[in-house]
DNA sequence: CGCCAGATCCACT
DNA sequence: GTGGATCTGGCGG
């Protein structure tokens, strides 16, 4: 089993952290087994003047725990219906975090299956950062874990980087009423699709 | 394929 | 009351 991400991976500007965490090992314990994926898409939400961050207007309920320590997960409902799954990053009272839009499946396969039977078996059944969080029942009971924790349900172990002219970046995505110059802030960073199961394959022949 | 609407609930400058 | 860091199915080309 390879190191765990620690602590002070985390603690660092979710721009930094985001382009870190493409090719890294997301894993989600559940009833004893291993589920786990590539990380293969990322977002960056930094700081009260990144006006689409959910703490730009300040602490609230919701978002309590992006102001707290790097490495905790923020796990939040939207849309009425889908969670999504973020890491906290940087420092105290600094909120930031990196949203996990998409996963390349390495290990519980069966498992992920039986939660998202819809579309499993389809190219798209993970591409999304909904659809992962549903694959790896990661819901609001998650919110404020810290992915660094020996005991953790939920944790990043070390994969492999992609090559760097594999990676694609890009504005971030549904963020359509945030102003510029947040609005193009090249904040999302993709792994070609080749590259990623490349990646993969590597991982589970490892 | 692409585009669009509907689903459905919670937090809130 | 409003508007989401979304997904899906249906319809059209």
Redesign the pocket.
């Known amino acids: 089993m390879n190191p765990r991400l620690d602590r002070s991976f985390f603690d660092r500007p979710a721009p930094v952290v985001a382009p870190a965490l493409l090719g890294a090992v997301m894993v989600r314990e559940l009833d004893g087994v291993r589920l786990s994926g590539l990380v293969t898409e990322v977002?960056a939400?930094q700081g009260r003047e990144d006006l689409?961050?959910?703490?730009r207007?300040?602490k609230?309920?919701?978002?309590a725990v992006?102001f707290g320590k790097a490495g905790y997960a923020?796990v939040?409902?939207?849309?009425?219906?889908?969670w999504?799954m973020?890491v906290i990053c940087d420092g105290l009272n600094i909120?930031a975090?990196?949203?996990i839009?998409a996963i390349e499946p390495l290990e519980g396969l069966e498992k992920m299956r039986s939660l998202?039977e819809?579309?499993f078996g389809k190219a798209?059944?993970l591409?999304?950062?909904?659809?992962?969080t549903?694959a790896m029942a990661i819901t609001?009971a998650l919110d404020g874990i810290d992915v660094c924790a020996e005991d953790s349900l939920l944790w990043f172990e070390q994969g492999i980087s992609p090559e760097p002219d594999q990676v694609q970046t890009s504005p971030?995505?549904?963020?359509?009423?945030?102003p510029e110059p947040w609005l193009s802030m090249p904040w999302r960073w993709k792994i070609e699709q080749n590259e990623a199961l490349r990646l993969a394959r590597a991982i589970i022949e490892a």
């Open positions: 977002e939400y689409a961050c959910h703490g207007h300040g609230t309920a919701r978002n992006m923020y939040y409902f939207t849309y009425g219906m889908h999504l973020n909120p975090a990196v949203l839009r998202r819809r579309d798209s059944w591409n999304g950062p909904a659809k992962l549903q609001g971030r995505i549904g963020i359509n009423t945030t």
